[in-house]
């Protein structure tokens, strides 16, 4: 009676946590032992609450960090920011062109008033009548003398004195209506017609209208 032989016992891997062992694969026909399966990883879970609650404290600390970092940025920013704005310089030019126009304003009615003042100058003092003392010369007789009655004493300075009525300031032997000489000393007098034209004098003194 030939003895069978026996088979060799079949060798178990093991399972994964909490599970059965498994029985080892068979053998290649190399002689090789097959290698063993890397053992299952605990099973993944379905559940996405943590996934969702890290990225949400992402979300809000990268939000913060924002927000620290602008707020450090501003209170080291010391610029005069203002200082480039330039309102008030605006109000400077509406003062200037608010005076000049006041002053321009006012000038008008300052001319005005000197404009207004100046005709009242004084009077232009009275044209003169004609004279009734008078020396030598040749007058015209109610222009430039009065006619009346005038006397005179002739100097004692003077060589001789002439005087003439004439009918006119020509000069002409013809217009001649009176004349005579006279001594130095003398007392002269001569009486001068409102119909006379002219009369003249030379060395007699001055003649001065008594009537």
């Known amino acids: 009676m030939t003895n069978a032989a ?16 498994r029985p080892a694969p068979a053998m290649p026909a190399q002689g090789y032992p097959p290698p063993f399966p890397p053992p299952p990883g605990p099973a993944r879970r379905t559940d996405r609450r943590p996934l969702l609650f890290g990225a949400g404290g992402l ?4 939000l913060l960090g924002a927000m620290c970092g602008g707020a450090v940025a501003g209170s080291g920013d010391r610029r005069p920011v203002a200082a480039t704005a330039g309102p008030p310089a605006s109000t400077a030019p509406a003062t200037t062109a608010a005076a000049a126009a ?18 009242t100058t004084a009077a232009a003092p009275t044209a003169a009548g004609p004279k009734t003392s008078f020396g030598d010369g040749t007058y015209e007789v109610n222009v430039d003398i009065a006619p009346g009655t005038y006397k005179t004493t ?8 002439y005087w003439q009525r004439s009918k006119d300031v020509s000069g002409d032997f013809d217009s001649i209506i009176a ?5 130095p000393g003398s007392p002269v007098v001569v009486k001068i017609l409102k119909s006379d034209a002219g009369f003249t004098s030379h060395g007699c003194g001055t003649w001065t209208r008594s009537g």
């Open 6 to 21: 026996t088979p060799p016992p079949v060798p178990f891997v093991p399972g994964p946590p909490g599970g059965p062992e």
């Open 59 to 62: 979300l809000v600390g990268l």
């Open 102 to 119: 006041a002053t321009t304003a006012a000038a008008p009615a300052t001319t005005a008033a000197s404009t207004a003042a100046a005709p």
């Open 179 to 183: 004349n005579a000489n006279s001594a």
């Open 154 to 161: 002739v100097p004692d300075s003077s060589i001789n004195c």
